[in-house]
Structure formats: structure tokens, C-alpha cells
T-cell receptor, first 110, second 112 residues
Framework: GIQVEQSPPDLILQEGANSTLRCNFS?????LQWFHQNPWGQLINLFY???GTKQNGRLSATTVATERYSLLYISSSQTTDSGVYFC????????????FGSGTQLTVLP | DGGITQSPKYLFRKEGQNVTLSCEQN?????MYWYRQDPGQGLRLIYY???????QKGDIAEGYSVSREKKESFPLTVTSAQKNPTAFYLC???????????FGPGTRLTVT
């Protein structure tokens, strides 16, 4: 099946700093989602972005499907941004089955 | 409010007992999913259902069973055959023709 790799596995930032999280995948996809998992375990949808670029406030994401990677940008980070960020993809042959990466643990220090 | 609800939030069971986790959605979504998350890891797909009365196994279906008698409901039973049932279980749903999945708050199951 499709492989998903996220980097870095851990990231510690000072409040106000910017960061870039990366997601590499091994096959063509028709679904790519970024999630934020808060300390209570809730998965919050950030972006549905199988291709192109989107922005939502301080967060933006870019997926370059032809090169099989996606980037999540967090600008002016806040302590509430802390948590685990997951990338999940569905390959073109199995549109409904999301495969998750192992996540990036982000800690934003005050 | 539209959304996905899971109950209970925490569940404790003795080894050898079957336990059923509830998942309900009022988003009018056709597809529903169950995932398992172990500490420090990503989510893995247990079962999914695209329409009522139909479901397929995911990557780790052994020791689990599901039913889909109503569009709104997709309960998951963790049977005594599941060797390591202690985990965080998340339910999700999506529209039939769109792929974006939305998640419920999860159920933390502890089996001792």
C-alpha cells in the first residue's frame, strides 16, 4: 500500500516562530488531508488539499502531487498550536481509505 | 449541531469480554469509518462502510466486528479475540462523492 512519511517527528518552537512540516507519499493520491490532534485526542481538520495551495489564517498548505509531497506552514506560532499534526492520504486506487503518517509532535513554548 | 458523536469517552473492561463502541453522525454522510490509534502512532483503519448494510475490512480488522443498519450509526464491537484491545478508537464519516473525512472525539478503551 501507499507509504506516508512525515518530518520532522518532533519540533520545538518559541512562540512567534514560523515552521514547515513535510509529508512525503509514495503513490499518486486523490485525497490528502492535514489534521491537528489536540491534547484531548480530537482530530481537527486543517486542510483538504490533494493538490494546490490553500490558506487559512496563520496556516497554509501546499501539495505538489506530481512530486509526491505536501507542506504545512505555520506562521507566528502560538502555544495553542501545540499538539500532533498528521498528514493522511488516499491513493488514486482506493479513494476512501486514508493512510496516516506517524505525525509531527509540535511544542510551542511561551 | 451537526457532527459525529462517540460514546462513551472512556471505557474499562475485563479481558475476555466483548465491548461495543458507539458512533453516530447527523451530517447525512454515506460513508463511515473506524480507526485505531496506539500511543505515539498514527491512525490505522479497522472497518469502513460506504452505504447501509455494507462494510469492508480495513488493515487491522481481526478481532473486531461492525454493523451498519442505519445511515447515522456505525457501532464497533471489540471482541475477546482482539489480542491487544487497549487503544484510542476514532470514528469518522464522509460524503459519498467527496473524500474529506471528519472525526468524532474518540473513545479510550482500557482492557485489563
Amino acid at each position: 500500500g501507499i507509504q506516508v512519511e512525515q518530518s520532522p517527528p518532533d519540533l520545538i518552537l518559541q512562540e512567534g516562530a514560523n515552521s514547515t512540516l513535510r509529508c512525503n507519499f509514495s503513490d499518486s493520491v486523490n485525497n490528502l488531508q492535514w489534521f491537528h490532534q489536540n491534547p484531548w485526542g480530537q482530530l481537527i481538520n486543517l486542510f483538504y488539499i490533494p493538490s494546490g495551495t490553500k490558506q487559512n489564517g496563520r496556516l497554509s498548505a501546499t501539495t505538489v502531487a506530481t512530486e509526491r509531497y505536501s507542506l504545512l506552514y505555520i506562521s507566528s506560532s502560538q502555544t495553542t498550536d501545540s499538539g500532533v499534526y498528521f498528514c493522511a492520504v488516499a491513493s488514486s486506487g482506493s479513494a476512501r481509505q486514508l493512510t496516516f503518517g506517524s505525525g509531527t509532535q509540535l511544542t510551542v513554548l511561551p | 449541531d451537526g457532527g459525529i458523536t462517540q460514546s462513551p469517552k472512556y471505557l474499562f473492561r475485563k479481558e475476555g469480554q466483548n465491548v461495543t463502541l458507539s458512533c453516530e453522525q447527523n451530517l447525512n454522510h454515506d460513508a463511515m469509518y473506524w480507526y485505531r490509534q496506539d500511543p505515539g502512532q498514527g491512525l490505522r483503519l479497522i472497518y469502513y462502510s460506504q452505504i447501509v448494510n455494507d462494510f469492508q475490512k480495513g488493515d487491522i480488522a481481526e478481532g473486531y466486528s461492525v454493523s451498519r443498519e442505519k445511515k447515522e450509526s456505525f457501532p464497533l464491537t471489540v471482541t475477546s479475540a482482539q489480542k491487544n484491545p487497549t487503544a484510542f478508537y476514532l470514528c469518522a464519516s464522509s460524503q459519498n462523492r467527496a473524500h474529506e473525512q471528519y472525526f468524532g472525539p474518540g473513545t479510550r478503551l482500557t482492557v485489563t
